[in-house]
């Protein structure tokens, strides 16, 4: 089945930092690749995604392509602030499966400090 | 955006009380919506998937008669946690898919805390 493997955290760094967090995936059809992130208490919300080979998403200084050939998005962002620290979360959809459901990487935390 | 909301946000009952979660699509129509569990810095567990005017299809494990759930309209999706015990408290996260949507782009809600004493 699919699955989603990301980096272990807690990933801590100080303020202005390069920031990657790496993500592979394996998926039986041609899936699409997501990032979202969780700040604390709250739900996930949507930072970027990918729906094909090259495709690179962006949002709020935050980047990932979408690598086929390596099955890899990860995350990296040029220079990390305070208020970045949260739960980031990759995650595919494979609609090639009949499966709607999204399936995440068990998350990594990342802690930015002043 | 689409925008997704639960409530309440936090609950806190009794053992073997019932307690009812609602999600709302609010600003658009969700034929398909997703119940998710998760547990203490862990990933998010897909619990079920919700269709509109059918039955719910529970994942593995997940007990259908303990973890109600009822999609009723385009709109709203109910979890019912029957008989709730200690164990069940958890950050349970609803979802909405776009029915238009190619590539399945989910929208979450806030997350609703559910602390069983």
């Known amino acids: 089945g699919d699955s989603v493997t990301q980096m272990e955290g807690p990933v801590t760094l100080s303020e202005e930092a390069f920031l990657t967090i790496n993500c592979t995936y394996t998926?039986?059809?041609?899936?699409?690749l997501f990032w979202y992130v969780q700040y604390p208490g709250e739900g996930l919300q949507l930072l970027l995604k990918a729906t094909k080979a090259d495709d690179k998403g962006s949002n709020k200084g935050f980047e990932a392509t979408y690598r086929k050939e390596t099955t890899s998005f990860h995350l990296e962002k040029g220079s990390v602030q305070v208020s970045d620290s949260a739960v980031y979360f990759c995650a595919l959809s494979d609609v090639d499966t009949g499966r709607r459901a999204l399936t995440f990487g068990s998350g990594t935390r990342l802690q930015v400090q002043p | 955006g689409a925008v997704v909301s639960q409530h309440p946000s936090r609950v806190i009952c009794k053992s073997g009380t019932s307690v009812k979660i609602e999600c709302r699509s609010l600003d658009f129509q969700a034929t398909t919506m997703f119940w998710y569990r998760q547990f203490p810095k862990k990933s998010l567990m897909l619990m079920a998937t919700s269709n509109e005017g059918s039955k719910a299809t529970y994942e593995q494990g997940v007990e259908k008669d303990k973890f109600l759930i009822n999609h009723a309209s385009l709109t709203l999706s109910t979890l019912t946690v029957t008989s709730a015990h200690p164990e069940d408290s958890s950050f349970y996260i609803c979802?909405?898919?776009?029915?238009?949507?190619?590539?399945?782009?989910?929208?979450f809600g806030p997350g609703t805390r559910l602390t069983v004493l």
């Open positions: 979802s909405a898919s776009l029915p238009t949507s190619v590539v399945n782009e989910q929208f």
């Open positions: 998926a039986t059809g041609y899936p699409s």
